[in-house]
């Protein structure tokens, strides 16, 4: 039955490749592509990523292996858009991802790989990751502004003063904490809780996404967004509870648009709010202690009523033609378990992109951030007691340390449409144990979009 189940995996995987190829082929001379209200766009990215040996006394069921290891991982992602009537498009996109982190994405709550998911079956799967409608409305009928043909974006004409609202399925992280710095693993820097907030508990399934609503009202300097998602059944499970008015995430952000010295800079203030199934560590450990439940257990929630809820900072800033540099604080109350994005309850992360004109290699940048990731007392306790938590967990915790990490990668486009990229980082104190590490990380991703 495995061995089908791996047969059928691959060929659906080919299939979907085969016909991403013939349509991109197509997309140059078909006219559906050029003037319909049609938008195509693909990607690839692959990764490759190893870590030599490292110092560790002890390891736990979540701990990260201290010998030698490496790992490899694949996405591939079509971006369909349709023109419907005036404002209104739907989005459409089937992804395949394979492979794995190094130590199955477990050890570093601050993993360094944003490309892979706490899933156990490395095989290719193809699946839907997002499918939604947008409409905006326009609100001032004398300012438009042209938007680009891009990756779930068709070209249109819309009002700089706008009201835009989105349904269906999607990942929060397309509206809420976006940089255009550092944000995207398949572009610039790898490490989750550098494509986020890392102390943003963002509804989402394994794989990143989950279904909402988000409206938005957009003015020319400043926009003020606001969404309501779906979370998982289980922490990081792969479904969605689909009991909404038990269990929520609700999202709020304001983001300022500006100019500093003639530079582009933007502001982002997030702050959001979750209700779900996850218990709070002190009733963990308090059981523990009292003997009527040993088993630690804050995977599977028994009771809706978990709340958490958090403060964002998000700020990045032209500082020159070249360079942009982006900063990031994050905060959550930290008392119920983590539930769907990393194991972090407070966070701040720094660092600058510095692109290639200045030595003539303008589609290449450098990229150079550090960050600091650390958990509330409860979490401590609950870690230092023996828990497991879904990402990280050494069996126990004897001396806390705040989890920091470096990352430095280099960019260069080889071809047209395709970049290859070698990453450093550099993780002291992993899962917020200074008994073990630091772990040195190497990586080469390819990846390729139009």
């Known amino acids: 039955m495995l061995k089908n189940r791996r047969i059928l995996s691959r060929a659906l995987s080919a299939v979907f490749i085969l016909i991403v190829t013939h349509t991109a082929s197509a997309q140059s001379g078909d006219p559906l592509f050029k003037d319909s209200g049609w938008s195509y766009h693909f990607q690839f990215t692959g990764i490759i990523q190893a870590h030599p040996d490292f110092h560790a006394p002890y390891s736990g069921q979540n701990s990260l292996s201290p010998k030698h290891e490496r790992a490899y991982s694949v996405t591939t992602t079509l971006y369909l858009g349709r023109h419907l009537w005036k404002g209104a498009a739907l989005y459409f996109n089937p992804e395949m991802a394979g492979g794995r982190g190094v130590g199955s994405t477990l050890g570093i709550a601050g993993f360094p790989n944003g490309e892979t998911f706490r899933i156990g079956n490395p095989e290719p799967t193809v699946y839907i990751a997002r499918i939604f409608l947008r409409q905006h409305i326009d609100l001032d009928k004398d300012h438009y502004e042209n938007l680009t043909d891009d990756a779930n974006q068709i070209t249109e004409r819309v009002s700089t003063t706008r009201l835009t609202l989105t349904a269906g399925k999607f990942c929060l992280g397309d509206f809420f904490d976006n940089s255009n710095v550092s944000h995207d693993p398949r572009s610039d820097f790898m490490n989750w809780s550098l494509m986020n907030n890392g102390a943003y508990d963002y509804a989402a399934n394994t794989r990143g996404y989950t279904y909402g609503f988000v409206a938005e009202y957009i003015k020319p300097t400043w926009t003020l967004r606001l969404g309501t998602a779906l979370e998982p059944t289980y922490s990081n499970g792969p479904d969605l509870d689909l009991h909404y ?206």
């Open 245 to 450: 008015t038990h269990t929520n995430s609700e999202n709020l952000e304001w983001e300022k648009r500006y100019t500093l010295h003639k530079h582009k800079g933007t502001l982002r203030l997030l702050a959001y709010y979750n209700v779900n199934k996850a218990p709070r560590y002190a009733d963990i450990i308090d059981a523990k202690l009292r003997g009527t439940d040993t088993s630690m257990d804050v995977i599977y929630g028994k009771a809706y009523g978990g709340k958490k809820y958090g403060l964002g900072i998000n700020t990045e800033q032209e500082l020159s033609n070249f360079v942009s540099a982006f900063l990031r604080l994050g905060w959550n109350d930290g008392k119920t378990a983590t539930w769907a994005f990393a194991e972090i309850d407070n966070t701040v992360s720094g660092g600058i992109r510095i692109y290639g004109q200045s030595w003539k290699r303008s589609a290449d940048n450098i990229g150079i951030a550090l960050l600091s990731n650390g958990l509330s007392g409860p979490h401590r306790d609950f870690l230092a007691a023996g828990g497991y938590g879904f990402m990280i967990g050494d069996g126990q915790l004897p001396h806390y340390g705040r989890e920091n990490i470096a990352e430095l990668f280099y960019q260069c486009r080889v071809f047209y449409n395709c970049w290859v990229t070698l990453d450093y980082q550099l993780v002291d104190h992993p899962a917020y144990n200074p008994d073990r590490g630091a772990v040195h990380l190497f990586a080469a991703r390819a990846h390729i979009e139009f």
